[in-house]
């Protein structure tokens, strides 16, 4: 908003609700990395209690299936391919913060509570829809996200995957609910 003789100026059309472009970014990338992080817990937990399993294997996962299974260990650290990585699911949880954002803002104008955690349940199923069915098929088949003909090593069974992408798409629907709510008052 502008100021004009010491009063503020709102532009024509921009509702007091709506955030501008700099804090909408700001505020996409926030709700992404809020669920990213809220995402990975459930992995990382379910890899660090299984004695097969190393802590770490989401990020190493990326990296092996970017880059060849042999950047990816199941039991054991390799720490470039943790830094990448971790590095691109920041880069894939800003970006889908940043979508989800959008269509909440701008297609299905989420004012409440409710319509946040609804919109960010459906956010959550359809990025494992998209993620398990659609991106994974693009190289090796998913592995070593999930086992395959090619690889038994995967980094977690379905349903661990499942709970994390649910948590992820709550976890946008509520950050997404705190930032709006901030942004109004």
Excluded: C
């Amino acid at each position: 908003m502008a100021t004009h003789a010491g009063y503020s100026v709102r532009p024509p059309g921009l509702a007091v609700h709506e955030l501008v472009a700099p804090r909408r970014l700001n505020a996409g990338v926030t709700i992404g990395l809020i669920g990213g992080l809220t995402m990975a817990v459930p992995l990382v937990v379910y890899d660090w209690v299984h004695a097969g399993h190393s802590a770490l294997e989401l990020p190493m996962a990326v990296t092996g299936w970017l880059f060849g299974l042999g950047h990816f260990v199941q039991n054991g650290y390799q720490w470039w391919p943790i830094v990448v990585g971790a590095a691109l699911l920041a880069a894939y949880s800003m970006v889908s913060g940043l979508v989800f954002s959008g269509l909440a803002d701008r297609v299905f104008s989420v004012r409440t509570l409710a319509g946040s955690l609804a919109a960010g349940v459906a956010w959550g199923i359809a990025s494992f829809v998209v993620f398990w069915d659609v991106l994974l098929a693009i190289a090796r088949d998913g592995a070593p996200f999930r086992a395959t003909a090619a690889s038994s090593v995967l980094v977690a069974p379905n349903w661990v995957w499942i709970v994390g992408f649910v948590a992820f798409g709550i976890a946008h629907g509520l950050a997404y609910r705190a930032i709006r709510d901030h942004a109004t008052t």
